[in-house]
């Protein structure tokens, strides 16, 4: 299954942008489907994830009521809206898809950077 992250960029505080990660192969609509970031000199973490078929979600505590996620099992793509943007949002953003959910995140993206500015 190969990933393609699009949607990064530059902003102010206070903006939004909207990351999208489109699938090809086979295994998307069975999947759980997540959004990770890495910024500078910090560990990778999971901003949020969402089941095969959008019944639960999952967000960390820094980006709730800010950032949602969704999927569109037709076009093989999820989706990260990001509103109200931070600076500390700033890193670059991956996409992960776990095919077997339970069993670990077997594909990645190659990374779609974020930068917001104060």
């Known amino acids: 299954e190969q990933l393609v992250e699009s949607g990064g960029g530059s902003v102010q505080a206070g903006e939004s942008l909207r990351l999208s990660c489109a699938a090809s192969?086979?295994?998307?609509?069975?999947?759980?489907m997540a959004w990770f970031r890495q910024a500078p000199g910090k560990e990778r973490e999971e901003v949020a994830h969402?089941?095969?078929?959008?019944?639960?979600?999952f967000y960390t505590d820094s980006v709730k009521g800010r950032f949602t996620i969704s999927r569109d099992n037709a076009k093989k793509t999820v989706y990260l809206q990001m509103n109200s943007l931070k600076p500390e949002d700033t890193a670059v953003y991956y996409c992960?898809?776990?095919?077997?959910?339970?069993?670990?995140?077997?594909?990645w993206g190659q990374g779609t950077r974020v930068t917001v500015s104060s």
């Open positions: 192969g086979r295994t998307f609509s069975g999947a759980t």
């Open positions: 992960a898809l776990d095919s077997r959910p339970g069993g670990g995140y077997d594909a």
């Open positions: 969402i089941t095969w078929n959008g019944g639960s979600t």
